[in-house]
């Protein structure tokens, strides 16, 4: 049983279960960088780009396994794949929810450093060097909102086209099941006509042997009689 974007339900989910370990140890070390120094802060922009990326291949093997699950023929089988993409893609929802955490005080804490910097006004060197540092922050912090917004319309995209395959491949296999109920019965049919034909020569052969036999009998007794 394979997927459109290649693999079976297995290698796929084994897969996504790669990427969630990598993606979570992402997530942490961005975390750990969000206090750093201005170049940790820039290095932890371009990682969480690298984290939405992930997320939004961890969601595209989910709808892909989710389509493949569907198909799987015995039903404890089904239920247990179900589980176990259920629980992948709620693992990459959780992700996906601290990122946008981090994200969110990122800006808050550009937002307030700003805000004190114009507020202490200072004209010299250093303050220069403060906003600069800060414009670097949040130019990078708007790269990757940026980064992630096209990352979230790709993925969205891409499981709207995997559902899709997923919906013409459910068809494709109903045809195909009505298609061969149709040949089976088609050829139930067959058989039992050519049964009743050579009933019918049968019947029709006995037939004539017992008129051939009744006017042979008829023709002895009247010989007999005379």
Known sequence: MA???????????????????????????????????????????????????????????????????????????????????????EEADSLRESLDRYMQRQQRRMQEAQERTELLGRANGESSHVLRIFDEEAQAMQSARNSSRMLEEASATGAAILAKYSEQRERLKGAQRKALDVLNTLGLSNSVLRIIERRNRVDQWIKYAGMILTFVIVIAFLRWVR
């Open 3 to 89: 997927g459109e974007g290649g693999g079976t339900l297995s290698e796929l989910y084994q897969r996504s279960k790669r990427l969630l370990l990598k993606t979570r140890d992402d997530l942490e070390r961005v975390e750990r960088l969000e206090f750093s120094s201005s170049a940790g802060a820039i290095g932890s922009s371009e990682l969480s780009v690298a984290v939405r990326r992930d997320i939004s291949q961890i969601q595209a093997l989910c709808s892909e396994m989710d389509g493949l699950w569907r198909s799987v023929a015995s039903k404890p089988q089904r239920d247990l794949w179900k589980r176990k993409v259920e629980q992948v893609a």
